[in-house]
């Protein structure tokens, strides 16, 4: 059974400019989740999404954003790029929504802001 | 809110030694309780879970017991080999429209032939 895939795997870009980073879950998984990974914070939840809806978001402003489409697989939109948004992110996937659930995370997508 | 606190190493071991790898929490409720290690070049993966007190996770020799009375879920192994090098993650999900799993920072674990 493939992984969870992320696209693309580098990103540079700068200042003022949107990203959109894409997801593919593992086949029969419904649940998508976002998460950024820093040196400074290390790993935080963006947001999950079941069934084309998000269910839960964490703290992060609404310049972060995402869907999901009616085959599970996810994109996640970061407009008015900052220099602090450069980080690795990760996206899981998991059977059902919660983090209860054994999630597989992909190998990341990692953004540089310049 | 929730957070997890785990030594952040890096974590330098000969082959064949006990490890301990410290994790405590801090979460609203009974959260469930896990390990994710990340391999070189690779994504995380689910190494065991416990989902309440007392409970022992369990694989790979790895171990973690949740002690509710001491907010522990300190992961142990006693013979470590050179492929266990990898960073691993604590982490705790308290559930009920909780923001996804909290993390604690990773352990860089190292281990030497």
């Known amino acids: 059974k493939a992984g969870v895939t992320q696209t693309p795997r580098y990103l540079i870009k700068t200042r003022g400019q949107q990203v959109t980073l894409s997801c593919s879950p593992i086949s029969g998984h419904r649940s998508v989740s976002w998460y950024q990974q820093t040196p400074g914070q290390g790993l935080q939840f963006l947001f999950e999404y079941f069934s084309e809806t998000q269910r839960n978001k964490g703290n992060f402003p609404g310049r972060f954003s995402g869907r999901q489409f009616s085959n599970s697989r996810s994109e996640m939109n970061v407009s008015t790029l900052e220099l602090g948004d450069s980080a690795l992110y990760l996206c899981a996937s998991s059977l059902q929504s919660g983090g209860y659930n054994e999630q597989f995370f992909g190998p990341g997508t990692r953004l540089t802001v310049l | 809110g929730d957070s997890v606190t785990q030594m952040e190493g890096p974590v330098t071991l000969s082959e064949e030694a006990f490890l301990t790898i410290n994790c405590t929490y801090t979460?609203?409720?009974?959260?469930?309780l896990f390990w994710y290690v990340q391999y070189p070049g690779e994504g995380l993966q689910l190494l065991l879970k416990?989902?309440?007190?007392?409970d022992k996770g369990s694989n790979k020799g790895f171990e973690a017991t949740y002690r509710k009375e001491t907010t522990s879920f300190h992961l142990e192994k006693g013979s470590v080999q050179v492929s266990d090098s990898a960073v691993y993650f604590c982490?705790?999900?308290?559930?009920?429209?909780?923001?996804?799993?909290?993390f604690g920072k990773g352990t860089h674990l190292i281990i030497q032939p």
């Open positions: 979460a609203t409720g009974y959260p469930s």
């Open positions: 416990a989902t309440k007190a007392d």
């Open positions: 982490a705790l999900y308290s559930g009920g429209g909780a923001d996804g799993l909290t």
